[in-house]
C-alpha cells in the first residue's frame, strides 16, 4: 500500500488520506458483560448438590483463568472465564442441562446458550471451532457430554473456551443478558468427556 501510494504521488495524482485503520477490538461480547452478582447461599449450595465441571477436556479447577473481573473495551468487564487450550480440544458440558440455542454472533462466534436442569443458571460458551455432530436446541445433555471443540471464531485472539455462567430469570426475555457469576471457585472436576448415554 505503502509503495502504491508512493508511486501514485510520484505521478502528481491527487491522493485523499486513507481513513485510519480501526483500533484492534478487545474481546469484548455483548451477552451478559454489564452486570454481575455476587455468588451467594443459594449459589454455593447449588454448586455442593451439583459439583461443577470444567468445560474444556483434560483442563483441571486450577486451569481455568481468573478472568472474571479483566477489563475490556468501553469500560466492560470480561464476567467469565477463560480456558486457554490448544484448538480443537474438546469442550464438553459443565453441568446436566438442556440447550437452549446455538448461534453465532460477530464477537462470541460459534456458540452455545445451556440452561442447567434446576433452570437456576445459563451457561454460555464461545469462540467454538463447531459443535459437536447432532447438537441441537432443546436437547437434554448430562454433564461431561460433548458439545462441541474449542475454536478461535468471533473475536478470539487465540484459541480458547469463554465461559460464562449467569444467573436465571425465567421472566427475563434477553436472557443473554442476565447477570454474570464469577464461578471459578466453584469448579471440581477437572473437564472429562462421559457417554452422552450415561444418564
Ligand atoms: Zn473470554
Known sequence: MIVALVAMAGCGASIRPLPPLPAPVPESYPSGGTARVPADADDTSYFDANPLMVPVEGVQPSGVSDSFNDRRDNGRTHRASDILVPKGTRVVAAESGTIMR?????LGGITIYMMDETGRFIFYYAHLEGYADGLAA????????LLGYVGMTGNAPVP???FQ????????HDYWNSPAVDVKPFFTIPGQVRASNEQ
Open 102 to 106: 446455538l448461534s453465532r454472533n460477530a
Open 138 to 145: 432443546n436437547e437434554h445433555v448430562s454433564q461431561g457430554e
Open 165 to 172: 455462567v449467569m444467573r436465571r430469570d425465567p421472566d427475563r
Open 160 to 162: 480458547h473456551l469463554h
